[in-house]
């Protein structure tokens, strides 16, 4: 049938498409021009969310439309592919992708038919309502634009999602707007925006209004292992409504200041371990026996948690934001962050402490309640108890923190403490000081005939204590060998090591030490009447220096930490010390840090000592880092020289 | 197996007519199936009390019957876990049970019997029941778990019978105490099996007229993952496939390797008139002149095809392996590449044989025991060239295929025409990997100090060929420029770590630079301060670490498998070092490390590094090869020695003292 058609309507088809989407796009060549080398950029990326009335309740309606433009034909086999996310709190009404591929002087549209949908639990999630819808787009080539348009529908206006400018690939264009109807009240928070780069407009239409922001040549993120997380540096926007009036005139508040949060969290809770349970009393009871003070029954219950409940989450829909009972979460013996600290906090109260479950975000999150008074602000729940006036965070879903330790992800984090329905206290979590989380290492070396060897022992304070016990439950029998070894290597990767022993002297504290005999053939040289050693075995200040003009994310560290290391190396019978290399230290914002030697008798001695200062190192810190490094490296290229008396 | 190879032989058994009458199995499900309403702890088994968990049983029927004409299978799964600690609490306290595409699972029970004896269920109701990363499952916590406990579930899987299977025992973090398979069939129905690796099969059985066949091992060790050491083929497993319909003709044996290479065939050549036409219509685009030989054809339809088709085996679409459609949509999957390219080379006349490849780090193609199910992936080959392609295969061109799809078995189907049919003929034989000399990663540094003194100038270009250059190419073909220029400045900074790094220079970065095997050729100048120390006033120059960080194996676990390298391989390295004036190396002699395997003269493995002087000018000459892919357990001290003969060299400082 299709030969029938007559060719003015085809032309008049080709033409239509031609100037409703290439008119104000511009060619393939002046974007190159824009982004050299590029494969691929989003021309467009647009959002609207219509805020509604159904039944007096608001509702949101999110439409996405989203273009990529291909500017190279490489792209073929890397973007083909495209996801659309959804959930019960965020149905897909309407998902249609095409692509615009060119055909002799204008363009032809290929419409995507087959789309698969399946779960897509997120990361260490076991079970929840997220899926994905997934497709690929067709003719992926030069000048072709990949073209997808999604409805999505918030059935509940809690959770509007913030609107990010940038993407994996540069964005051209990117607007996102709200409509809202003009009774109701609505704020915008706009982040990362430091060059003002975001355009703001408000405007009215009949009984909406629109907020509408909008940025253009927004650069494709850069990736590091070590950076902070996403939203510490990419624009966004973040909106939220306040308040609306419903059908019978009166005013709903929605989201204001922490007390419209709390009371909205707080509801969560109303049914929540109301009844006394005779399991949890049992428990309770058989874990603080002989335990007399508050300080260690909370202790003692904390580590039971810890140690007899695994983290398993299901958290499809509102599971995601109800803790489950106590003692439903004890007998299971599995659950997640909230399960936990309902457990914690059942268990703890029972047996007379002030427990109560607070939320947090974990350091992935950079805001604190009273710059973002939403749900966004927090990912986590944890328990608080106080005793003797003191404010203790207790995090279960790490089986090895440390009792009166914060988990090392919440360190410096706002808690949004529940003291009762409608009560709550912010209290920020405290850091941890560097010299509580260290490594010490005592190393004592000898060369015989050549063979350096020695003996060290290591002890492990703090997290990274902490750490150790966690990796000891995945590495048994030989593993333990081979972790070990990882553990104690130095000097270079032909470290042999001979007998160990990894002991736990405060299992309460979760200190470890690991000591091992050990020998490094070819790391000391031995030439004609001299041998050449370096006594840094590690370098542990050996970084690449960080590139300021490029790099414009904060590194983020797990701890404040110190490392000391103490190399003794006996000198040998009928040798003597030739040369010492010199002394450093740097001391700046970010970093301690120094190497000293000296020689005791017939020792030569080492000390190595860095200290971490920051949990964050920002951009404005790396210059100082970088001259830190200028400082370090040379220093640990110095050798000491023995010689034949 | 690929799902589209599977859909012609789902009706092959339809015709048989039989009286199933239910046979007198309750025994063997009684013993295989306990489920008893008072289960008894038991001990960890002495030989593994080490281990974080233990599989106690893991039975497993595989039935066949009729229900009104159709055969179903049902797949009886019985499991009985025990965890001894958190870790063996961790793998084992979610469970995932597959549903395979038109199946069903049913009588899905599971419980916790705790260390104190008590029995939890896990009720119906927290069974979830997902599609996940293409796979559905039904899936569930174990609720209860505590050191010590005992995790034991059962469920029956009703589908579509499938008469070739594999049934694997062995994995790389549990051991299992006790391991039983039966196959129960019509008796009519003779099925072959074949253990491997310690996994016994009994003889057959015949209760009424149900035949049983039926395989057990015990006390079968974790098989852990080693370097060079590729698993699967060692690891405990029955394979099994339906071999002779008795009802029929006794003696003629069905589902065998030629059958399915007839079915295949069909499969791969069935296309339309119109496929044709639009297959016609992207060849004639290629512009092949009319003079160019055989393979200057095959490089060029394999080449155009994977630039411009998106090859992709997760591909959302019914309609893949139609050519009209994929070329239309520019997509297609693994099994339409290879239709794709079929089509390209009958359009031109071009003789080819189909292959199927016993992946060497995959379980093997047994050529004695036909389980279609291992036929998982193809290659082309080519008997006026005798070299392979691999139509999926988007980073490599022909003549190179996966290395581990190389120097293996390979079922051939040799296309051949009597009188109007055209079909194919399959038969085993070897694919052979492309010689060892053709896979460089060499490398030219010449080194001197600068003016300064305290650091060097480094002029480095490594050397690729082969599949020593076919993991970097990629880099070229599918990134943008910024992510290029990172990933070279990366590869250079494996000869010496620094931020100032100039003259870069890439060389037959193209993808069809492989069709010659031309060099990859990346060069820059290094200035450096890192490969010298200094030991009052000698300089310590640590020339080793130019080859960059080897692997090791100086301190290994016993070890358990051979051997096995991705492909066979040299490394040559040519460094130069102009030894500043007024300074003398004290240790030259440092440089002369040889360590060789000989096999009738030929070196097969082996590591050596020598030197000359001249002046002021020092060269050292390193050669490492790797001719051969396998090293059994009886040369593995041998093979260790050359690898850690390289990770020597690494640590070799040349110092240097003023005259």
């Keep these: ?645 | 197996m690929n799902m589209k190879l599977k859909h012609f032989y789902i009706t092959c058994l339809i015709s048989v007519i039989t009286l199933n009458t239910n046979a007198q199995l309750n025994g063997l499900y009684s013993s295989r199936f306990s489920w008893t309403d008072k289960p008894v702890l038991h001990q960890m088994p002495e030989k593994f009390k080490d281990a974080s968990a233990i599989y106690l049983y893991d039975n497993r029927i595989y039935q066949y019957k009729f229900e009104d004409k159709d055969m179903v299978q049902y797949n009886h799964v019985y499991k009985l876990i025990k965890v001894a600690d958190d870790k063996g609490i961790e793998m084992f306290n979610k469970i995932y049970i597959p549903v395979y595409r038109n199946s069903e699972v049913n009588g899905l029970k599971a419980r916790v019997i705790n260390a104190a004896g008590k029995v939890i269920d896990v009720p119906a109701s927290k069974i979830k029941d997902e599609t996940i990363e293409g796979n559905r499952y039904r899936f569930f916590a174990m609720e209860g778990l505590d050191k010590g406990s005992e995790i034991e579930y059962t469920y029956v899987t009703k589908k579509n019978p499938s008469y070739f299977g594999t049934e694997t025992f062995q994995s790389a973090s549990t051991p299992y105490a006790n391991v039983n398979v039966s196959l129960v069939v019509p008796k009519h129905l003779k099925f072959e099996a074949m253990g491997f690796n310690g996994l016994t099969i009994l003889k057959d059985s015949v209760i009424d007229e149900t035949r049983i066949i039926a395989a057990h091992s015990e006390n079968v060790p974790q098989l852990e993952n080693e370097k060079y050491g590729l698993p699967d083929p060692y690891m405990q497993r029955i394979d099994f496939k339906l071999s002779y319909n008795l009802s029929n003709t006794s003696n003629v044996k069905i589902n065998t390797w030629s059958e399915l290479g007839r079915n295949i065939y069909k499969n791969l050549t069935n296309i339309s008139d119109k496929e044709k036409k639009a297959i016609n219509k992207f060849v004639n685009a290629a512009d092949i002149p009319a003079n160019a030989d055989e393979e200057t054809i095959i490089r060029m339809l394999e080449d155009r095809m994977k630039n411009k088709i998106n090859i992709d085996d997760k591909l959302v679409s019914e309609d893949a392996d139609n050519m009209e459609a994929a070329i239309k949509s520019g997509n297609t999957d693994n099994f339409g590449a290879s239709k794709f390219m079929i089509a390209m080379l009958e359009n031109k006349g071009i003789r080819y044989q189909v292959v199927f490849p016993s992946v060497r780090d995959q379980l093997p193609l047994v050529e004695e025991l036909e389980n279609w199910n291992r036929v998982n992936e193809m290659l082309l080959y080519f008997p006026s060239t005798q070299k392979f392609l691999q139509p999926n295969a988007v980073i490599l061109r022909y003549p190179y295929v996966e290395p581990y799809w190389a120097a293996t078995r390979g079922l051939f189907l040799k296309i051949t025409t009597i009188g109007d049919v055209t079909t194919a003929i399959a038969k085993f034989d070897t694919i052979p990997i492309i010689p060892f000399d053709q896979h460089a990663h060499n490398m030219e540094v010449a080194v001197k100090l600068d003016a300064s003194g305290d650091s060097l100038i480094i002029n480095s270009r490594q050397i690729l060929t082969g599949y020593g250059s076919t993991v970097y190419r990629p880099l070229w073909a599918f990134l943008p420029v910024d992510k290029q220029e990172e990933a070279v400045k990366e590869i250079i900074q494996s000869v010496a770590k620094s931020e100032n790094i100039q003259n870069i220079k890439t060389e037959n970065t193209k993808l069809t630079d492989l069709w010659d095997n031309k060099p990859l050729i990346i060069s820059g100048t290094i200035h450096t301060a890192n490969l010298l120390d200094k030991a009052g006033n000698k300089l310590l120059f640590k020339i080793g670490e130019l080859i960059g960080a080897q692997e090791q194996m100086y301190q290994e676990k016993p070890r358990q498998l051979p051997a096995e390298m991705q492909y066979p391989h040299v490394l040559y390295r040519k460094l130069k070092f102009q030894v500043p004036d007024g300074y003398t190396i004290k240790n030259i002699k440092d440089l002369t490390i040889d360590i060789q395997e000989k096999k009738d003269n030929v070196v097969t493995l082996g590591f050596t590094s020598s030197y000359t002087l001249t002046g002021n000018n020092l060269e050292v000459d390193v050669r490492e090869t790797y001719r051969e892919l396998k090293y059994p357990l009886s040369e593995f001290e041998t093979f260790k020695k050359v690898i850690n003969a390289a990770a020597d060299f690494n640590k070799i400082v040349l110092v240097l003292e003023k005259k």
């Design chain 1, 1 to 645: 049938m299709k030969k029938t058609l007559p060719c003015t309507t085809l032309l008049l088809t080709a033409l239509f498409l031609t100037v409703s989407y290439c008119v104000t796009a511009q060619t393939v060549e002046e974007i190159q021009k824009l982004y050299p080398g590029k494969i691929a950029v989003f021309s467009n990326i647009n959002r609207n969310v219509d805020i509604s009335y159904s039944k007096g309740v608001p509702v949101a309606k999110a439409t996405e439309v989203s273009e990529m433009f291909i500017l190279d034909d490489k792209a073929n086999g890397i973007y083909n592919k495209d996801k659309v996310y959804h959930s019960s709190f965020n149905e897909l009404k309407k998902v249609e992708a095409y692509t615009l591929a060119p055909d002799g002087n204008g363009t032809k549209k290929m419409k995507v038919t087959e789309f698969k949908i399946q779960s897509s639990p997120g990361r260490g999630i076991f079970y929840d309502d997220s899926k994905e819808t997934e497709f690929d787009y067709p003719k992926i080539g030069k000048g072709s634009i990949a073209h997808v348009e999604t409805e999505h529908f918030n059935k509940d206006i809690h959770f509007l999602s913030p609107f990010y400018f940038s993407s994996y690939l540069p964005v051209v264009n990117a607007t996102f707007s709200l409509t809202f109807p003009e009774d109701m009240e609505v704020r915008y928070i706009i982040r990362n925006d430091d060059k003002k780069k975001i355009t703001v407009t408000e405007s009215k239409k009949g009984k909406k209004k629109k907020l509408e922001f909008s940025a253009s040549q927004i650069k494709d993120d850069e990736y590091y292992a070590d950076a902070v997380s996403h939203s510490y540096y990419a624009q966004h926007v973040i909106v939220y409504v306040v308040q609306y009036k419903n059908n019978d005139d009166e005013i709903v508040p929605v989201y204001n200041t922490v007390n419209e949060l709390y009371k909205w969290n707080s509801a969560f809770l109303k049914d929540i371990n109301t009844t006394p349970s005779a399991l949890l009393k049992q428990v309770a009871d058989s874990i603080c026996t002989g335990k007399t003070t508050d300080w260690e029954k909370a202790g003692a219950i904390y580590n039971w948690v810890q140690n007899h409940i695994k983290y398993v989450a299901f958290e499809a829909g509102l599971e995601g934001f109800v803790p489950r009972q106590a003692a439903d979460v004890c007998s299971k013996r599995y659950g997640d962050c909230k399960d936990m600290a309902s457990l914690l906090t059942a268990l703890l109260n029972t047996s007379g402490l002030k427990a109560y479950f607070t939320w947090i975000g974990t350091r992935s999150i950079p805001y604190t309640y009273n710059d973002v008074p939403l749900p966004i602000t927090d990912n986590h729940m944890i328990s608080a108890v106080k005793i003797n006036d003191k404010w203790i965070f207790l995090d279960a879903t790490d089986p090895n923190c440390i009792f009166g330790f914060p988990t090392s992800n919440i360190q410096g984090k706002q808690a949004l403490i529940g003291i009762s329905p409608d009560k709550f206290e912010l209290v920020k979590v405290p850091v941890v000081t560097p010299e509580k989380n260290a490594i010490i290492d005592s190393t004592f070396l000898s060369i015989d005939k050549k063979l350096l060897k020695g003996f060290a022992s290591v002890d492990y304070l703090g997290y990274y204590g902490s750490d150790l016990y966690t990796s000891l439950i995945y590495n048994k029998g030989d593993d333990e060998r081979v972790y070990a070894r990882r553990r104690m290597a130095k000097g270079s990767n032909k470290f042999i090591m001979n007998d160990y022993k990894i002991s736990f002297p405060d299992n309460v504290n979760k200190t470890a030490n690991i000591r091992s005999n050990f020998e490094i053939p070819d790391y000391a040289k031995s030439i004609d009447d001299e041998i050449y050693i370096n006594l840094n075995l590690e370098k542990l200040f050996n970084y690449t220096p960080l590139d300021t003009a490029k790099r414009k994310m904060a590194i983020e560290n797990d701890y404040l930490s110190e490392i000391r290391q103490v190399h003794l190396l006996k000198i040998p019978e009928g040798y003597k010390l030739e040369h010492l290399p010199k002394n450093i230290a740097v001391s700046n914002a970010v970093v301690d840090f120094s190497i000293e030697y000296k020689q005791v008798n017939d020792q030569v001695i080492a000390t190595q000592k860095y200290v971490t200062k920051k949990l964050y190192i920002e951009v404005s810190d790396f210059k100082e880092w970088n001259a830190a490094l200028t400082k370090i490296s040379p220093a640990y290229k110095e050798e000491i020289v023995l010689k034949k008396k």
